[in-house]
């Protein structure tokens, strides 16, 4: 491929030229004007030399065209798992390559855009081609590109952020995957919060649509918590519906919203929406009673005070009723003890209650310890910190309390050092998991000097003590827990005697696991989301690698293994493949996982269209083309090479520019007016004009 044109390649500056131009033509001019002999010849001698001086040449280039450059965009979005439209975007694909092989002046790039069933997922919460489109050619210059061609079910969600950086780019078409005048029905989180307080209520609102349009009717929702079914409701169709949810825990509430299936479906993917909603605790009521003023009643005040969140009742006894000194009463400054107040009246609104070191003097009656143990049962948390008198007949557990406590006294109180120690059992339970490394459970903690020596009957023992006998029992008692420490010596821990222990974060643990804090369950299964890998754990008690299966959004099972991760945890991974609920169980016990954004654009229409690459089609020339309208497998348009300033799109064809660029290899160049020549014509002119003047004179 050659090319030639006539290149001017100026002897002196051009303003000096065209200066001298100027002066010739005046010159000329007032020699015609005067109707000088000669002047015309003179003229013709002025315009040899300064085309002379212009020195022209013909320069003809050696030319190597370039390839121009096309890219064929592949969606492998969820949306595009709808029915047939992957099978036929695949083979529109093939079919594609197949007819721009004959042309040898076009390169085709093929990009397949980001899909979720590579080996570590992907969160596909929108398509965005244009994103993948652009970047694919971002290496090439715009005088290259000869289009784009996106084979897509027309669901892109990055259009206005790309729009503005497609001049120059070329034609890009369309190749639509899905079927004219689909319907689908949606469910839609439109306003939902992300704390609520535990105990209340937080409001939501839902609405579900049937597309086209809003629809009208009714459908029914249901209502599942924490994977575990509520309540169904009715809701009418193309309305927002506010509902009103209650937070029964702290920490993390999933609540699962379904919508029935509605006259036309695409997919039951967004008929399913999950709100996570974190409770909070907005005041923890803690009652402890002191039996007696002691070393370790600082500790326990101490730990409760330093969190803000907590709301502390706590009381001494410092003069029993038998005490009789003969003080009058009203020279005392004790207050007297509301006895009625706090376990009869009130005794519902506390979260914890905490007995340190008490024994029957006769300050709290049967009646009232009786309401304890009822207060238990219903769900409340009790904690019973033993001093030495629960050895004696004055033992709490010859009490009515005695039915929820899960240690019975011997009547012996051991008087001797011991290092206290996580039992095999407390390995694996969250309350004391992961305190110590040692293999045999003892820490390098401070010794204790006092146990009460117990039997455990009931419940389970996280932690050991003197020759090995229970020293921290955990129970549930009913819909309540109950946890017994048979030691008052925790406070030696707390002054950091021999080094001190982790008492702080025993007690934290202890108190969260009574109060029914969700991450300190002792058999639970659990996800984690990490952008698109679900990581599920399951703690159990005992040793438990069953298998868990796993459902998608769009409710494809499979099964996953779970591996034994030490401290009574077992836990696996898998990546999830597209945005939405992802349901987890063992059997016994479901768990959630929700994947992506609350409301991803990927699920919110799922309808094949043309109207988001609308203005794509505008801007570049490209066109539209239903691969198969009314399903079957399609064909696709032909392809045409156009040039730039051509239509690109027509009925059943699309167009590919065809730029023409190239690269010069090599120039040759071969002066017009050589000296000589010049030379001769100036001298022939003015030799001209000067016998023309001397024939005159």
Do not use: C
């Amino acid at each position: 491929m050659n090319g030639a044109a006539i290149a001017l390649d100026p002897l002196i500056p051009l303003g000096l030229l065209l200066g001298l131009a100027a002066i010739a033509l005046i010159l000329s001019a007032y020699a015609l004007w005067r109707r000088a002999r000669g002047a015309w010849l003179r003229l013709g001698g002025f315009t040899v030399i300064l085309l002379a001086l212009l020195n022209p040449a013909w320069v003809e280039e050696k030319r190597e065209p370039i390839k121009d450059v096309a890219v064929i965009v592949l969606d492998q979005s969820p949306s595009q798992k709808i029915g047939d439209r992957m099978a036929r975007g695949e083979k529109a694909l093939a079919d594609l390559q197949q007819r721009l092989e004959r042309y040898t002046d076009l390169d085709v790039r093929v990009v397949r855009s980001q899909s979720a069933d590579g080996p570590d997922g992907a969160t596909v919460d929108e398509t965005r081609l244009m994103e993948a489109m652009t970047r694919a050619v971002a290496d090439v210059p715009r005088r290259r590109i000869a289009g784009a061609v996106l084979i897509t079910d027309g669901q892109v969600h990055d259009v206005a952020t790309s729009l503005p950086g497609l001049a120059g780019f070329g034609p890009v078409h369309t190749l639509l995957t899905g079927q004219k005048d689909e319907g689908d029905r949606r469910l839609t989180i439109v306003q939902a919060p992300s704390f609520g307080i535990v105990g209340k209520d937080v409001s939501v609102t839902i609405r579900v649509d049937d597309l086209p349009g809003g629809g009208d009717g009714a459908a029914a929702v249901q209502l599942r918590r924490d994977g575990q079914p509520t309540e169904e409701l009715t809701v009418p169709v193309g309305q927002e519906v506010s509902l009103t949810l209650p937070l029964s825990h702290g920490g993390v509430n999933v609540f699962e919203l379904t919508v029935a299936a509605g006259p036309q479906e695409l997919t039951l993917a967004n008929n399913k929406a999950a709100i996570v909603v974190n409770g909070v605790r907005d005041r923890l009521r803690v009652l402890l009673v002191s039996g007696e003023p002691h070393a370790g009643e600082r500790t326990w005040r101490n730990l409760l005070k330093a969190d803000p969140s907590v709301d502390l009742v706590h009381f001494t006894i410092l003069r029993p009723p038998e005490k009789n000194d003969g003080t009058p009463i009203r020279e005392l400054s004790l207050i007297a003890f509301p006895i009625r107040e706090l376990f009869e009246m009130k005794l519902s609104e506390f979260d914890l209650i905490i007995f340190d070191r008490y024994k029957k003097r006769g300050v709290i009656n049967n009646m009232y310890l009786a309401n304890i143990a009822e207060y238990v049962e219903k769900g409340g948390a009790f904690l019973e910190a033993s001093g030495p008198t629960f050895a004696t007949p004055l033992s709490l557990y010859r009490s009515p309390l005695g039915t929820v406590l899960p240690g019975e006294p011997t009547g012996q109180v051991i008087e001797k050092p011991f290092t206290p120690s996580v039992t095999d059992l407390g390995r694996r339970h969250p309350v004391t998991a992961g305190l110590t490394d040692a293999a045999d459970g003892v820490g390098q903690w401070g010794r204790w000097f006092r146990q009460i020596d117990v039997t455990a009957d009931r419940g389970a023992t996280v932690m050991a003590g003197a020759d090995g006998r229970p020293l921290l029992i955990l129970n549930r008692v009913g819909q309540g827990r109950v946890a017994q420490l048979a030691s008052d010596q925790i406070w030696l821990w707390s002054r950091g005697y021999e080094g001190g222990g982790p008492q702080a974060e025993l007690l934290r643990r202890l108190a969260h696991w009574l109060m029914k804090e969700p991450e300190l369950e002792e058999n639970d299964l659990r996800t984690a989301v990490d952008g698109s890998r679900i990581t599920i754990s399951r703690r159990s008690l005992e040793p438990d690698t069953r298998p868990v299966r796993v459902t998608s959004p769009s409710d494809v099972e499979r099964e996953v293994a779970m591996r034994e991760a030490g401290d009574g945890l077992a836990s696996a991974s898998l990546a999830a493949t597209e945005p939405g609920i992802w349901r987890v169980t063992d059997g016994e016990r479901t768990a959630l996982a929700v994947v992506g954004t609350l409301n991803p654009p990927e699920l919110a229409d799922m309808r094949a269209t043309t109207e988001k690459l609308a203005p794509v089609a505008k801007a570049t020339g490209g066109g539209f083309f239903w691969l198969a309208p009314d399903g079957g497998a399609g064909e696709i348009p032909s392809v045409r090479r156009t040039r730039p300033d051509r239509d690109q799109a027509g009925s059943g064809w699309l167009g590919l520019r065809a730029n023409g660029d190239y690269t010069v290899t090599g120039v040759t160049q071969v002066p017009l007016l050589p000296g000589l020549l010049v030379l001769a014509g100036v001298l022939g002119l003015l030799l001209a004009a000067w016998r023309r003047e001397g024939r005159g004179g």
